[in-house]
């Protein structure tokens, strides 16, 4: 089993930076992909970034320019660097992780909430004035 406990989370005003955390534990060994998803009130999860062991990325479009995801893959944390906030980024955030996928359509796999095994309990993030 692996826990995943996001952090960070909170009230920025538009224009703002947040940075968000996750810490993972448990049988880390068997983690190759991490990532962050977001679901906003009345609609679907969705992709925000993704990250390897080795540090290939994947972002979402609307985030693109504007967040960073990283790793310390060390110590067992994602992060996610956002700034120029904009009231549309509004949801909370989930930090997930799958069991060392390692699929030939890599971009498909990450983008897809479902090849995740973990997940966290998520992450309040408001944009607002």
């Known amino acids: 089993q692996v826990q995943l406990v996001e952090s960070g989370g909170g009230l920025v005003q538009p224009g703002g930076s947040l940075r968000l955390s996750c810490a993972a534990s448990?049988?880390?060994?068997?983690?190759?992909?991490m990532g962050w998803y977001r679901q906003a009130p009345g609609k679907q999860r969705e992709l925000v970034a993704t990250?390897?062991?080795?540090?290939?990325?994947k972002y979402a479009d609307s985030v693109k320019g504007r967040f960073t995801v990283s790793r310390d893959t060390a110590k067992s944390t994602l992060f996610l660097d956002m700034n120029a906030l904009k009231s549309d980024d509004t949801g909370v955030y989930y930090c997930?992780?799958?069991?060392?996928?390692?699929?030939?359509?890599?971009?498909?796999?990450?983008?897809?909430?479902?090849?995740?095994?973990?997940w966290g309990q998520g992450t309040q993030v408001t944009v607002s004035t």
């Open positions: 997930a992780a799958d069991r060392l996928g390692n699929p030939t359509r890599w971009e498909e796999y990450a983008g897809n909430p479902n090849s995740y095994n973990y």
């Open positions: 990250i390897t062991s080795g540090g290939r990325t």
């Open positions: 448990g049988n880390i060994f068997s983690i190759n992909t």
